[in-house]
C-alpha cells in the first residue's frame, strides 16, 4: 500500500528565508508525487509534480521539489519566503502509480510567514 | 473560464435530513472525485467515478451517495446516515494521461449540521 507522511505539522519562517516542507513516502510502484497548497477556505491548487521524468521539479511561486528515491522522499522547498506563502501544503501520492487516479494525501504542513 | 464550480459554497442541514452537493466541471475531465477535509487528517476520499455510468466508493463511503449521469457533473447526496457530516468538501476532476494524472480542485462546500 502506498503512503505519504509529512515530518512536520507547523512550520515558522521569517519573511526572506528559506522554507523547507518534509514528505517522505512509501510506495510499491514508481510513483507519481504531488505537491498541493490551500489557503484558507479555498480548494487545492497544484504546486508542482514529478512524473519520472527530471527528479527536481519546478513549480509555480519559486517552488521546487528534489524526488530521492534512495531516501524516498520528496522535500518542497523555496528560497526566500514571501508573506503570501502562509498556507497550508499537502504532499500527494498517487496510487498504483496514477493507474486508478487515487491520491494518497499527507495530514498537511501549515506554513507561517513572519514578518 | 474553465474549471470545477461547488455550490454552495455554505450549507446548513438539520439532523435527519438529506442534503445535496453539487460539482460542475468544464473541463473535459473523464475522472471526478469527492474528498472530505477534516482539521488535521488531510484529505479522504469518499467516491470516484472513473467514467459515465460508473462510480467507485473510496474510503469513507458509508453515508454518502453519488451519480454520475454526465460528463461534467458529479453531485454528491449526504444522507441522514452519515453520523459526523460536519466538514469541509471538496470535489475534483482528472483526466488519464501518460506521464501521470494530474487532479484539480474546486473551491470546497462547507457543510454543517445544526
Known sequence: AQSVTQLDSHVSVSEGTPVLLRCNYSSSYSPSLF???QHPNKGLQLLLKYTSAA???KGINGFEAEFKKSETSF?????SAHMSDA????CVVSEDGGATNKLIFGTGTLLAVQP | D??????PKYLFRKEGQNVTLSCEQNLNHDAMYW???DPGQGLRLIYYSQIVNDFQKG????GY????????SFPLTVTSAQKNPTAFYLCASGQFISSGNTIYFGEGSWLTVV
Open chain 1, 35 to 37: 505537491w498541493y497548497v
Open chain 1, 55 to 57: 527528479t527536481l521539479v
Open chain 1, 75 to 79: 522535500h518542497l522547498t523555496k528560497p
Open chain 1, 87 to 90: 498556507a497550508e501544503y499537502f
Open chain 2, 2 to 7: 474553465g474549471g470545477i464550480t461547488q455550490s
Open chain 2, 35 to 37: 474528498y472530505r477535509q
Open chain 2, 59 to 62: 474510503d469513507i463511503a458509508e
Open chain 2, 65 to 72: 451517495s453519488v451519480s454520475r449521469e454526465k460528463k461534467e
